[in-house]
C-alpha cells in the first residue's frame, strides 16, 4: 500500500485530498469526490474549495 493512500485511510486530511484529487485525474471521479469530502469534513481548506466549486 503507497504513503498517500495509508495516510488517507488513517485520517489526513491532506492525503485525502491529494488522493481525491489523484483519482479523478484517473477517471474515477466518485472515489474521488468520496476522499475529498472525507477532507473536507476533517477541515481541509483546498478540500471545500473544490466542493464549493463543483456544486
Excluded: C, F, H
Excluded at 489523484?22 to 474549495?49: H, M, P, T
Amino acid at each position: 500500500m503507497s504513503a498517500p493512500i495509508k495516510a488517507a485511510e488513517l485520517g489526513q486530511s491532506d492525503a485525502q485530498y491529494v488522493l481525491g484529487t489523484r483519482l479523478i485525474a484517473n477517471q474515477d471521479q466518485a472515489e474521488g469526490d468520496k476522499w475529498i469530502k472525507q477532507s473536507a469534513e476533517l477541515g481541509n481548506k483546498k478540500a471545500r474549495k473544490y466542493l464549493n466549486r463543483s456544486v
